[in-house]
């Protein structure tokens, strides 16, 4: 029992292996309210020289304004990291052995890679899960007969998979390279409700 707790500790600078981590982890985040919320299922694969991990779960995406929360939790709902960001700056909290562990930065994307090991491509997702890029960033976009089908954006290419009925993005895929330090990453979120006012 102690080897495997040591080795989970010992894994956690990684991203599945700090999901690993996360998922044992007795803390607990409260949930949060706003705007618009997306909640749904992620698969993520991630790609290293020294390692391939991957990890699935559930996610809930809150945006305010020109605030977001991106919970990732466990698939039986226990949440495994938190990333706030705004006009302040970002904000990554993970659950740890010893409590909670709160970690700040200019960016989430930078603050997920020093954290999780992995780029999480939170500033481009509340927009992205409307199918439209996000505003203010250079992008490139991919139309067919049903409006926008992808877009290449902050490094990542995404895909638009549209639900029949509605014409919402059910299905988003998305991929990055890998970069400098960062490992690629594979990502796909399904989307099983929307709300928002």
Not at 31 to 45: A, D, I, M, N, Q
Request: glycine share 10%; charged share 20%; net charge neutral.
């Amino acid at each position: 029992m102690a080897e495997v707790a040591t080795k989970c500790c010992a894994r956690a600078r990684h991203a599945a292996s700090a999901l690993a981590l996360l998922i044992a982890a007795c803390a607990s985040l409260p949930p949060v309210t706003g705007t618009r919320s997306y909640e749904g299922r992620f698969s993520l694969f991630v790609s290293a020289v020294d390692r391939h991990e991957t990890a699935t779960g559930r996610f809930e995406l809150t945006v305010d304004g020109p605030k977001m929360t991106l919970d990732l939790s466990t698939p039986l709902g226990t949440t495994v990291a938190r990333v706030q960001s705004g006009p302040a700056g970002a904000r990554l909290t993970v659950p740890s052995s010893a409590g909670l562990r709160t970690e700040e930065g200019s960016d989430p994307e930078t603050l997920s890679l020093r954290v999780l090991g992995w780029t999480l491509p939170a500033s481009g997702l509340a927009d992205w899960i409307e199918g439209r890029p996000s505003p203010g960033r250079p992008y490139r976009l991919d139309s067919d007969e049903n409006g926008a089908s992808g877009l290449e954006q902050d490094g990542w290419t995404i895909r638009f998979e549209r639900r029949s009925a509605d014409g919402s993005i059910g299905r988003i895929d998305m991929t990055r390279a890998q970069q400098g330090g960062a490992p690629a990453v594979s990502l796909r979120v399904v989307l099983d409700s929307q709300a928002g006012s």
